[in-house]
């Protein structure tokens, strides 16, 4: 876990726990601007547990990536994350790594 990563997560703590009273807007937006600086660093694979934590779309590809799409993480009825994109396409998380992987944005 970098810099950043480790601010957004201790922000988000203080944000849950309302440490800061009425200046909750101003810790948002340092949050989401956080969150923009670290996806504009860094187009990686995210690791599993990174895919997990997503909230918002990721881009999937199969393991060469050369087809890839937008997606996302759901949870299954059995517990298990998955990626769901448009007709009814899904990647299951035991398949992680081996046949599709997951980026925070479009792989170029």
Do not use: C
């Amino acid at each position: 876990m970098n810099d950043i990563e480790k601010a957004i997560e201790q922000l988000k703590l203080l944000f849950d726990y309302n440490v800061f009273g009425l200046e909750t807007e101003s810790v948002r937006l340092a949050i989401s601007a956080l969150t923009e600086q670290l996806q504009q660093e860094s187009n990686k694979t995210l690791t599993l547990e990174g895919l997990k934590q997503m909230n918002d779309p990721v881009w999937f590809t199969d393991k060469d990536g050369k087809h890839g799409t937008w997606g996302l993480i759901k949870i299954d009825r059995d517990g298990n994350y998955i990626v769901r994109a448009a007709y009814n396409t899904t990647r299951s998380e035991d398949d992680y790594g081996k046949t599709w992987l997951a980026y925070r944005k479009k792989v170029e």
